[in-house]
């Protein structure tokens, strides 16, 4: 198969109602087929942005942006291991999301994980009621770039904070940006607990990690980023 | 009328032994591909009727019942603790309808209030329960429930919600959130007793997102009453339930108490656009009826893009909802409204109009709010407000769906560009004289200006 075939097979798989599974397949195709990773990772993207997009218009659903989100994920756990280090900075990043503890809501989690994703970011979702500490383990251990705490509840937001304390009291702080959303989670509630990036909603949560990981500036960040 | 300990069981003991489901497969599998066979096999695809907000067609309303029917005995209800789902027979969701009340009523003495199912149209007085539970700070709880409970087309009572308790933040799932229980109750009964509203009923725990707040609130001495006061089951969405939800639900069969049951649907989320978001409510509602015993309650559509319920495809969708609920039920049903606009603005009184109407004239027992600039920020919550959206909705008892369509299709336009993009409005001490509990006058005046536009639309205030 030549190059640009496979690489349309995967832009397809990604777009198109697939599984999974053939999302992996067609991964290591490409991988085999020798294309460069570049343009693998590249066209994958493109494939997924244009979901993203769809979705943005209202001309799809969650459950079908999420799906492919999951689909990009694997896509990417098959390309990963293939990145030279020259070609460092084909990647977003990596990003540590969760609900903070006592809230169990994950629907607007679900949909910033997703759009993340959809960004070409690395994901490592927590899932609810994730408490301080867990989040401050995980980023540590993942050698993740942002921690991104999510909220649905006023009750719950206190937990945000923490999240930012621990990192403090660890001396972890200038080790991950981190960024707050959430239906009660304002901007200046964001500025109030030290945060690096606040957004409006999933859309402009991805652009924010984009924004941040772009800056070159070590967090925390001296201005709370609002895209 | 008290839970029923062999149906509670049965729940407990499926939790624990039904069939094993990950969220991701329920969320993206289960709950999208089941409601899109319905909507086929009812033929309910882009049935959604924005420029007809509030729904004419009966037949309409039934096949989405029967849709949100199949699709309730299909799916279940996922319990996240347990990663398996509670299914239940549609002979169980049926005999789960037919034991709800079709009347019942919270409060004591001169405060007593009765619940009773409502028919689409129905003149027989839908009730008002206030506020949502909004954040306030822990000084102004007392001063906003008092003048609150002051308006006396309130029914009942059930925020706000404490976001500090004895300067503390409050953290929920933690012990704080157990001793904001009781302090809700006991700053509530200041405000009552203030207000000269001794009796009146309450939905509790305004202040408890898990199941610590209901712990440390009902049903323990000073705290809310099993015998007065209706108990909060607020389920994860879509058809979820959790150890949080069955503590709570134990907790009020132990005191003898009952349940409301709530929940929500996104249009844009897991159930799709309008049409799966009405869907999933009514299969919701049969759940929640079934699973808790609920004597109160449903679930209602909110829009993903705004995060409200009251531009023109969720209130087709609420309509929708409510009609096909009280066409096909006997239970008494309640909405929450979500507006969007905060206190001292046109556009809230104008949501709250639309959103109020609809659901006076589609069938809901009860509604609960405001949820004023969508319960976003700390202190945006006045009594004004709550009186303006009581008063709609008492006063459109017994309109036509019709009228109340052509009304809504007035006001729509004065709000719905805005919807994205809501004014924030004042907080409680901006528009308020927090001593005199008495709106300021620009508040006062916007009230007054949106009431008198109202009635020229067509909606009888006095």
Redesign the interface.
Known sequence: MVQSDVLERLRKVILEESSVEEVEDVARAVIESGVDINDAIHAATEAIRAVGDCFEA?DI???EL??AG?KMERCMAVLRPHIKASDSGVQGGRIVIGTV???????GK?LVATMMAVRGFDIVDLGV?VPPLKFVHAAKDAGADIIALSSL????L??QQEVIDVLKELNMRDRFYVIVGG??V?PEFARSIGADGWAENAAAAARLCEMLMASGIKPPVAETVIP | MALDRERLMQVLDRAHSGPICE??KW???V??QTIAAALRKYDLMKTCDPDNPINQDDALADRFFQAGFDVAVEVGMLC?DTQRVIKFSREEIQRGMDSAPAEFTLGEGKEKVVFRHRGLEDPFPPVWVAPLSI?VEEHLFIPITEGILRERVVDCLEGP?L?TIWGS??????PY?LLAGKLQADLNYEAIRRAGREGIGMYAVG?A??HYGVLGGYGIPGGYKPERDIVLLLT??EMKT?Y?VLHKLCQTYNCGGITYGGSWS?I??????PE?AAVSCIACTLLLYTAYQASNGASFPYD??Y?GNCGRKAQWALSVVFQALSRNTHICANSVLNQTAGPATKMLLYESAVGMMNLAVSGATSCTGPRTA?????NFITPLETRFAGEVFKACAGMSRAKANDIANRLLPLYEANLGMAPKGKSFPECYDVERLQPTEEWQRIYDEVKEEVIKAGIPLK
Not at chain 1, 101 to 107: A, K, L, N, Y
């Open positions: 209202g659903y969650l459950p999420m799906i999951r503890s006592g809230d169990i809501h994950d629907i679900n009621n509840m006023t009750t719950s206190p937990y239906g009660p304002t | 969220p991701f969320d993206t599998e709950i999208p996240l954040a919600s976001q933040k409050l953290r929920a799932g933690s959130e202040t997102p898990t994860p969405v959790s949080e996104m844009g989320g897991y159930a799709g656009g799966g993903m893009k995060m969508g319960g976003k920020y700390t």
